[in-house]
């Protein structure tokens, strides 16, 4: 039996000649690297019906997000599939990769952390943050400089390692409930 725990890296843009495609592809490369995760991409361009789409969130033990900065904030597509689900993100954690101009994005994380509050999921403090992304990926999509980033990704994935273990052996001990009354 596969017991490994599973990933769903989600993808933030739907834009034509979007970035996030070298990121997301940079991102799963890091996290193929432990062959602790199962990994499943979500993609706004490419997306299941409604209800596969909820069935493979629930399945996911934890989410990384990647998302670009527009207009200082998190853009539409990804609010739109956030909120295409509910109970599938209960209880799970949420770490960020993000992306854009002089704030890396930092600005569309910290407005999707009061959204995922509201869905009883658990964002991480760490993330990884491309400042002027545009500048940092060459046109074959690979990183110029790759050691921060890598180091960025080595502490999120300690983090995120520790909170998908003890939430998903916290869920199997005990579903998880919204209390009476909410
Ligand atoms: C309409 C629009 C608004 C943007 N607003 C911001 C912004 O507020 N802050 C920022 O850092 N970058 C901003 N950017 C830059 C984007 O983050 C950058 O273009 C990024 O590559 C977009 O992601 P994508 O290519 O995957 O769609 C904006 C880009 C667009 C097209």
Redesign the pocket.
């Known amino acids: 039996m596969d017991n490994r725990m599973e990933i769903a890296l989600i993808y933030g843009?739907d834009?034509e000649?979007?970035?996030?495609d070298a990121i997301a592809d940079w991102t799963a490369a890091q996290l193929e690297q432990h062959t602790d995760y199962r990994l499943r991409r979500i993609d706004p361009i490419d997306l299941p019906e409604p209800q596969q789409l909820r069935e493979q969130l629930a399945q996911a033990d934890g989410f990384v997000v990647v998302t670009?900065?527009?207009?200082?904030g998190y853009p539409a597509p990804l609010k739109a599939l956030i909120d295409s689900a509910k109970a599938e993100w209960q209880a799970k954690p949420v770490a960020f990769v993000s992306?854009?101009?002089?704030?890396g994005?930092t600005?569309a994380v910290e407005q999707l952390r009061q959204v995922f509050a509201e869905l009883h999921a658990v964002t991480l403090r760490d993330g990884v943050s491309f400042i002027s992304?545009?500048e940092q990926f060459d046109s074959g999509g690979n990183l110029r400089e790759p050691a921060r980033a890598e180091g960025s990704m080595m502490r999120m994935l300690g983090y995120l390692h520790w909170w998908l273990d003890a939430l998903r052996s916290a869920r199997q001990r005990k579903p998880y409930k919204k209390l009476a009354g909410e």
């Open positions: 843009s834009r000649g979007r970035l996030c670009p900065e527009y207009n200082h992306y854009g101009g002089l704030s994005g600005r992304a545009w």
